[in-house]
């Protein structure tokens, strides 16, 4: 079974930046697709950002020009590089992959908190 942790979360305040890891105890380079979600309280999760293994992304249109996600096969790391970062952008952030085109996210890691406060 696949593990996915996360880590780099924190307090920033509004315009900073942070920088997310996801580190997979499997190679990335075997699965179709990883991807960033969040989750505010109140609010269901959402997709944020996703990369497949063939380098194309994707984001939710509230970060376009803002988070940046890339992936590092070697290490079997996926990173979302997050921008100009606003007070909507707390919530706690979760990695997850897809195996394969047809299926869903599995392999939910534990999440890592962003709070954006002044």
């Known amino acids: 079974q696949v593990q996915l942790v996360e880590s780099g979360g924190g307090l920033v305040q509004p315009g900073g930046s942070l920088r997310l890891s996801c580190a997979s105890s499997g190679r990335i380079s075997d699965f179709y697709a990883m991807g960033w979600h969040r989750q505010a309280p109140g609010n269901q999760r959402e997709l944020v950002a996703a990369?497949?293994?063939?380098?194309?992304?994707e984001y939710t249109n509230s970060v376009k020009g803002r988070f940046t996600i890339s992936r590092d096969n070697a290490k079997n790391t996926v990173y979302l590089q997050m921008d100009s970062l606003k007070p909507q952008d707390t919530a706690v952030y979760y990695c997850?992959?897809?195996?394969?085109?047809?299926?869903?996210?599995?392999?939910w890691g534990q999440g890592t908190q962003v709070t954006v406060s002044s």
């Open positions: 997850a992959l897809r195996y394969f085109q047809v299926s869903g996210y599995q392999n």
């Open positions: 990369i497949t293994s063939g380098g194309a992304t």
